[in-house]
């Protein structure tokens, strides 16, 4: 869990040193702040697998990356729009693309050890709904932040003038969520059943 922190932390004070904007920054960050969060409070009541823990900080080094550059200007994916030829920084589908990823495996490790759906097809049916719904509030929060911040809207947004933007990062949320079910089951499985054992 130390190591945990220290990439966190680490990454986090980096990602918050001259970002390209603060009020973005702070926006793109607060959901990793929260979750980091959330994690402490519950880790002796809740600890979750080890699998969980990795993807979790994952995802919240993606967000602290793109809240440092913003989104649409992270170097990597600028570099890689001149290679291949893209017409936009493709950084925040990868961002939505985790939004799917992780929280579905979150979701299934809840909803699996508090035995609240039983069968795995309405585990996988609710979970997909759960993801998609997450999806769909934050594209909502993010129009919120535009009407109530005109000067910010474009950078937090990232459409770059991508007409379907919205809906091709509830599509890559989606994407992501059914990769994980399918790529990481026997994984989860396995590491839940260990986890099991050693709480008893």
Known sequence: MYIWI???AGVLIWSGINPKDQFIWLLEVAPALIGAGILAATYK???LTELLYILILIHCVILMIGGHYTYAEVPLFESLKETMGFER???DKVGHFMQGFV????????IIRKKIINGSAWQFFFIISF?????AFYELIEWWVALASDEAADAFLGTQGYVWDTQSDMGMALLGAITALILLKRKHDLQLHQLVQRLR
């Open 6 to 8: 220290t990439i966190f």
């Open 45 to 47: 009541t809740f600890r």
């Open 89 to 91: 920084n493709n950084y």
């Open 103 to 110: 929280p579905a495996m979150v979701v299934r490790e809840i």
């Open 131 to 135: 993801c998609l719904g997450a999806s």
